[in-house]
């Protein structure tokens, strides 16, 4: 999915509209939300059950392939639809499925910062409510004292509410 939004059209190849963009970020969010929390789709489950450790390993592995992924891809993401506050709502959610420890056990702080860096970038163009308020609730996960990179972005927040308050 990330390839199909990343991607330009070649020449003669049509571009998805806007409303086809927003379609996939929406879905892609959600099968996220599935993978990272193992919820059955709507409709399939009946309500909260206790995993098997079958079931259990899969969810943490979903979750880690997803977070290698999306720790790589999701600054592009924010950068290429950095203009559309409806998109840029929907991606701001990915981090809260992360496994953020994968950030300094798998030395990728760059993409940290990067990361942090798109997020500044987005919240100060942005006034939307639904923007605001993806990026309060992923800064409340980025920012709890039981993840390494809690300092990191700790700092990242301070230096954008300093630029608020200027």
């Known amino acids: 999915m990330t390839e199909l939004l990343l991607e330009e059209p070649v ?3 049509e571009a ?3 409303c086809q963009e927003s379609a996939l970020i929406e ?3 959600c099968t996220i939300r599935q993978a990272a929390e193992a919820h ?3 409709g399939k489950g009946t309500g909260k059950r206790v995993l098997t450790a079958k079931e259990r390993k899969t969810q943490i592995d979903n979750r880690n392939k997803l977070t290698e992924h999306f720790i790589i891809t999701l600054p592009m993401l924010l950068s290429k639809y950095s203009a559309d506050a409806e998109k840029i709502a929907n991606l701001l959610q990915i981090p809260q499925y992360f496994d953020l420890e994968i950030y300094s056990t798998g030395r990728m702080e760059k993409h940290l910062d990067a990361l942090l860096k ?5 919240v100060e163009k942005h006034v939307e409510s639904d923007v605001l308020e993806a990026y309060s609730k992923t800064y409340s996960i980025l920012c709890s004292e039981e993840y390494t990179i809690q300092n990191r972005v700790d700092i990242a927040q301070s230096q954008l509410i300093d630029e608020f308050v200027d």
């Open 11 to 13: 020449q003669g190849e």
């Open 16 to 18: 998805m509209s806007g």
């Open 27 to 29: 879905l892609m969010v």
């Open 40 to 42: 059955p789709p709507l």
């Open 118 to 122: 798109h997020i500044k970038f987005v």
